[in-house]
């Protein structure tokens, strides 16, 4: 009989594992329960460690990270896996922010507050092995061990093997700054 772990990091990687197993084994496979995965206490305190690790500032309720660890992890976490559970989480407004632009424009940038993203966390760590177990090999974005230079390493050998185009398309605000309509062409 295999050992399971007692390490919160190793029981969540296999928690992933077994998702990632599950999702690839059946394409037709439905996940209906995974609320009671994200209110586990390993994964949210591996939720933590990762949102610690990123920083970042507070949110629209002004906790910072450092606040939050001079009272106590443990009881933060505490309180979001109690509000999970009873149904009572809800998240909190986004702290709105603008960036400069080299071209003189603004971003808008938006920071949850740090107990929601602890909560957002959890739930990736939960649903991204059933979402990456349906990825083409040859998709690179916004996905955990992939890079912008393995793109184009890819790129650099489908080429030398011949092959002569390259698909990329990123079409964010299109439709609300070329004043046009769109024309797909396959």
């Given at each position: 009989?295999?050992?399971?772990?007692?390490?919160?990091?190793?029981?969540?990687?296999?928690?992933?594992?077994?998702?990632?197993?599950?999702?690839?084994?059946?394409?037709?496979?439905?996940?209906?329960?995974?609320?009671?995965?994200?209110?586990?206490?390993?994964?949210?305190?591996?939720?933590?460690?990762?949102?610690?690790?990123?920083g970042g500032a507070a949110g629209i309720d002004g906790e910072t990270i450092q606040a939050i660890e001079q009272r106590g992890a443990g009881e933060f976490l505490a309180?979001?896996?109690?509000?999970?559970?009873?149904?009572?989480?809800?998240?909190?407004?986004?702290?709105?922010?603008?960036?400069?632009?080299?071209?003189?424009?603004?971003?808008?940038?938006?920071?949850?507050?740090?107990?929601?993203?602890?909560?957002?966390?959890?739930?990736?760590?939960?649903?991204?092995?059933?979402?990456?177990?349906?990825?083409?090999?040859?998709?690179?974005?916004?996905?955990?061990?992939?890079?912008?230079?393995?793109?184009?390493?890819?790129?650099?050998?489908?080429?030398?093997?011949?092959?002569?185009?390259?698909?990329?398309?990123?079409?964010?605000?299109?439709?609300?700054?070329?004043?046009r309509t769109p024309c797909w062409i396959w």
């Amino acid at each position: 009989m295999p050992e399971t772990a007692n390490i919160p990091v190793d029981k969540v990687r296999q928690l992933q594992r077994k998702l990632w197993v599950c999702a690839k084994r059946s394409k037709t496979r439905r996940f209906h329960a995974l609320y009671d995965r994200i209110c586990r206490s390993d994964v949210l305190w591996e939720a933590w460690k990762r949102v610690r690790s990123n920083g970042g500032a507070a949110g629209i309720d002004g906790e910072t990270i450092q606040a939050i660890e001079q009272r106590g992890a443990g009881e933060f976490l505490a309180e979001i896996q109690a509000a999970l559970r009873a149904g009572r989480y809800r998240p909190s407004a986004v702290k709105r922010r603008y960036i400069p632009k080299a071209d003189g424009k603004q971003r808008p940038l938006g920071i949850p507050t740090v107990r929601d993203r602890v909560a957002q966390m959890a739930a990736k760590i939960v649903i991204e092995p059933i979402f990456e177990a349906d990825f083409q090999d040859s998709s690179y974005g916004f996905r955990p061990g992939r890079s912008a230079t393995q793109a184009l390493e890819a790129i650099r050998v489908a080429g030398n093997q011949g092959y002569n185009f390259v698909v990329d398309a990123d079409i964010q605000g299109y439709l609300t700054t070329s004043g046009r309509t769109p024309c797909w062409i396959w």
